[in-house]
């Protein structure tokens, strides 16, 4: 486990699944680049919940990388979450494993909905709360055919969000339906 050393809370969850997580999204030929469907994937995503921030999140043992991405503006480009992405050695499309909460809901296997995460000390002390000013968080993990969680499916805001048991159902949802677009692309390949 990780903790912080002043307040002994749990940062980030170990991830023993990591390599064999890594292995599979090789076996795909994903989470190594930007991919346009992913991409519209998130805007989609963001139009349905109303957030600003949206992404398709693939998690490897050291980062996080957003195959897919929307920002407020409605571009790939992340530049509102690059520059606080740049500081932990990222440029938009990457996050350090210790930043943020789809690495809990990875590891948990389970979607998390974190209406205020200051209402969590857990999730409150996150660097994204102070570096991007997160608010609010929901996500949910792709588990594939192999029972392996790929990565996530999340939105943010830098306001508190109201998400609601709806909310809940429809990030279960639309991750549900983002697995079998991977499991059609995968049964493509073959």
Known sequence: MTYDPTGHLLLTPIDKDA???VQRLRELGLGERPDAAFDEFAHRLAD????????????????Q???GLHT??????????GAAAANTGGVGRYMARDHGYCPHVVVRRKAL???????YPRFAGNPVVDEIGIRSYMGAPLIDRSGI???TICVVDTD?????RAGLETIKAMAAELVEQIHRR???MF
């Open 19 to 21: 390599p064999a997580r």
């Open 48 to 63: 349905v919940t109303g957030a600003p921030f949206s992404m398709v999140n693939f998690i490897d043992e050291n980062r």
């Open 65 to 67: 990388f957003f195959a």
């Open 72 to 81: 407020p503006e409605g571009t790939h480009s992340g530049s509102d979450l």
């Open 113 to 119: 909905v974190l209406e205020d995460v200051c209402d």
């Open 149 to 151: 969680a790929l990565g």
């Open 160 to 164: 508190v969000r109201p998400w609601g």
């Open 186 to 188: 995968e049964d493509s």
